[in-house]
């Protein structure tokens, strides 16, 4: 597969099948995605991938904070706030889709509770893995961040994996830090769920789209 099929197929995947990836699979990815670029070759990610157990354990917390009425606690701060004008329509118009894959209407409160908690479920994928940098990196060190995540997810593409990256996952990371060996002086920055992709599943199915060309790029000579 090449780059450009790679990117194309790409999507955020949130169904999946019980079908664990094999290990040394899931190890080749990573060091391949050791060769992504960054800032004066800083490499400032750090990644914690979960399975099985330590994976159930992890959701079970998440899920019991959410349940309980725990603040999420994120350090740095998501991505999607203050969005307005044009990036908060694309926003809507994003949920709506993903609503309407799945027969669920804005005014149903509680079906679009039970399908925002699928993101700290994994959305069912049997793996899921948690990116963290130091707490001391500001906004430069975070593009470097995105370009290891895309990296991971388009190799994942190549090898037939399908995965979704959230930031909810950032939010609620206290078993996480004590299951999984983030170093101290880090925080989660986002997560991403992996696995294979239920492909007839209605939330797998729908297409948001992209913007024209010309409302993104500009070219001068």
């Given at each position: ?38 800032n004066c070759?800083t ?57 309407d ?24 994928a ?81 297409n948001?789209?992209r ?11």
């Amino acid at each position: 597969m090449i780059v450009s099929e790679a990117i194309k197929q790409r999507r955020s995947v949130r169904a999946y099948k019980k079908q664990a990836v094999d290990a040394g699979l899931i190890e080749k990815i990573f060091l391949q995605a050791q060769d992504s670029p960054s800032n004066c070759n800083t490499q400032p990610w750090h990644v914690v991938v979960v399975s099985g157990e330590a994976r159930n354990n992890i959701e079970k917390s998440m899920v019991s904070d959410i349940m309980s009425g725990k603040t999420p606690t994120p350090h740095f701060t998501p991505g999607d706030q203050g969005l307005k004008d044009e990036y908060r329509k694309r926003q809507i118009a994003c949920a709506i889709s993903l609503y309407d894959s799945v027969d669920v209407k804005y005014e149903e409160k509680e079906k679009r509770q039970e399908l925002m908690l699928r993101n700290w479920q994994f959305f069912g994928a049997p793996h899921a893995a948690f990116f963290s940098m130091p707490k001391t990196m500001s906004e430069i060190n975070a593009v470097d961040m995105g370009i290891y995540l895309q990296t991971i997810m388009l190799l994942m593409t190549e090898n037939g994996l399908a995965s979704c990256p959230q930031g909810a996952l950032a939010m609620y990371t206290d078993a996480v830090h004590e299951l999984a060996n983030i170093p101290e002086n880090h925080a989660i920055m986002f997560g991403l769920s992996f696995g294979y992709a239920e492909e007839e599943a209605p939330i797998n199915r729908f297409n948001v789209g992209r913007e024209k060309l010309d409302s993104c790029v500009e070219f001068f000579e």
